[in-house]
């Protein structure tokens, strides 16, 4: 269970203290305020990624109901401490709390044991209740999610036995395959396996700028540059006892790789702007295309120190040719998506076309296989069954695209290579623009680039998308 944070609202000095020493026995973190006054100036200036509040039931500025409803809506825990006579009015004021939202009222003095004890099962209940709906999440969207896992070939078990043990442990995870194998599903399901009771947060590091990367992973404070006008939480953050997923971790500036890893090493960070140390409980999964593997050095984009770090355990998703026993169990899910997506019946694929299929190299691998065989189920969706000379007609196709050139138009070197490469690109944004029905961020996505990047190419090629 993730060591929680707790903020000690008491005005006593001493009893303060003592709740503080008894939560530092159990190894909790704290962060102690004299009055509710402090506590809320503090979150309002600052930041305290926080699990529960201990706060006294005699504090003169707000009463326990009304501090209830301060608390209300948000993801924190309260549990109150105070004095009792043990008369029924008393009694029923403590009833009353618990049964409006209080998580347990301990009456003073309190004891190390009957403190360690409420916030152990305090912290205990959230753990589930954040689980189960994680759970519940996942439950729905697992179908959409596990799509590259699928097969059975003995390079995905593999992958998947690799993952179920790092799935047990907090340590940094460095996740390498080519592009399209399906490394934020890997570790999806890392997360997903895992007691991390958190979000999993991805963020593409080759689709930010550095400014703005770093902005967007550790957020900032107003003023700290051009349009900063108010704090914005960064995505280690958002995290908190959860997953940070970063693609492409090798397309990062070093100097960005520099402070990463400095918030590797200790889980603290500045906001941009900011002077306060910020302290968060992250898991982080880094993935990258370089060809590295565990134990290697690192390539010209990583700096060695980070490369070692992340690779406390490294994770190799092999590229589609190396699994290529797995095409038929992977090209009748995509069949089955087709179908949900069309509404309807769609052709199935003979064993002769799965074996043809099995023969070609597949550069994009899983996301190349998925569109091929979408556009095999639409093209020949009249058919009851897609044969091999369907499968040899849409390979030829696609061949053709890539090789026919028209050179009549120009004569000169550059001019002609820029036709070539505005033709190509108008039919390949025109077509997932398609699929996307439009929307550009979707389609950024599965490309892999930047929203902006792909936007100004389409105002360029005087693309219509909608």
């Known amino acids: 269970m993730p060591r929680a944070v707790i903020a000690v609202i008491e005005p006593d000095a001493d009893l303060r203290t003592a709740l503080e020493e008894h939560l530092a026995a159990g190894s909790y973190k704290t962060r102690s305020f004299s009055s509710f006054g402090a506590f ?12 529960l509040v201990i706060a006294s039931a005699e504090l003169k500025e707000i009463e326990p109901e009304k501090l209830l409803k301060k608390f209300d809506g948000k993801d ?21 709390l618990i049964r409006d939202g209080a998580a347990d009222f301990l009456v003073r003095p309190v004891d190390g044991v009957t403190l360690l004890s409420a916030v152990h099962r305090v912290m205990k209940m959230r753990m589930l209740e954040e689980r189960v709906g994680r759970l519940e999440n996942q439950v729905l969207n697992f179908s959409s999610e596990s799509s590259g896992l699928i097969g059975s070939s003995s390079a995905l078990k593999k992958v998947l036995d690799e993952l179920d043990k790092a799935a047990g ?6 996740i390498f395959g080519e592009t399209g194998v399906g490394k934020e599903l890997v570790a999806r399901e890392i997360h997903r396996r895992s007691r991390r009771t958190g979000e999993f947060v991805p963020i593409n590091a080759a689709s930010l700028g ?25 995505l280690v953050e958002i995290a908190n006892h959860g997953t940070l997923f970063l693609d492409e971790i090798a397309e990062l500036p070093k100097d960005v790789q520099a ?14 702007g900011g002077i306060r140390e910020i302290e968060t409980d992250v898991r982080v999964i880094a993935a990258t ?16 120190d980070l490369y070692y770090r992340l690779s406390a355990f490294a994770i190799y998703v092999p590229p589609l040719r190396e699994r290529l026993e797995d095409i038929s169990e992977l090209v009748e899910y995509f069949r089955d998506a087709a179908i949900k997506n069309a509404h309807g019946k769609l052709p199935a694929f003979s064993e002769s076309a799965l074996g043809i299929m ?20 639409f093209t020949f969706a009249e058919q009851e069954m897609i044969e091999d000379r369907a499968i040899e007609k849409l390979t030829s196709q696609k061949n053709d695209e890539k090789t026919k050139f028209d050179f009549s138009k120009t004569s000169g070197y ?23 029905n439009g929307n550009i961020s979707s389609a950024a996505r599965e490309m892999e680039l930047d929203r902006k990047t792909i936007a100004n190419r389409i105002k360029e090629l005087n693309l219509k998308y909608d």
Request: hydrophobic residues 35%; proline residues 3%; positive net charge.
């Open 259 to 272: 402070r990463f890893l400095r918030f590797l090493d200790d889980g603290r960070f500045r906001r941009l």
């Open 414 to 436: 550059l001019e002609s290579k820029k036709n070539v490469l505005d033709d190509f690109d108008r039919k390949f944004l025109s077509e997932i623009l398609k699929r996307h």
């Open 210 to 234: 550095q400014n703005l990367f770093e902005a967007e992973l550790f957020g900032y404070e107003p003023g700290a540059f051009t349009g900063a006008k108010g704090r914005k939480n960064g």
């Open 358 to 377: 099995k023969k070609l190299t597949w550069p994009g691998n899983i996301r190349e296989l998925k569109n091929f065989v979408f556009r095999a189920v």
């Open 169 to 174: 442990t907090d340590l940094p995870i460095l």
């Open 289 to 304: 295309n370089c060809k590295v593997a565990p134990g290697e050095k690192d390539s010209e984009e990583f700096r060695t």
């Open 40 to 51: 809320e100036t503090f979150m309002e200036n600052e930041s305290l990624l926080t699990d």
């Open 76 to 96: 924190i825990s309260l549990i109150f401490t105070g004095r009792s006579s043990g008369t029924r009015e008393e009694l029923q004021r403590i009833v009353s």
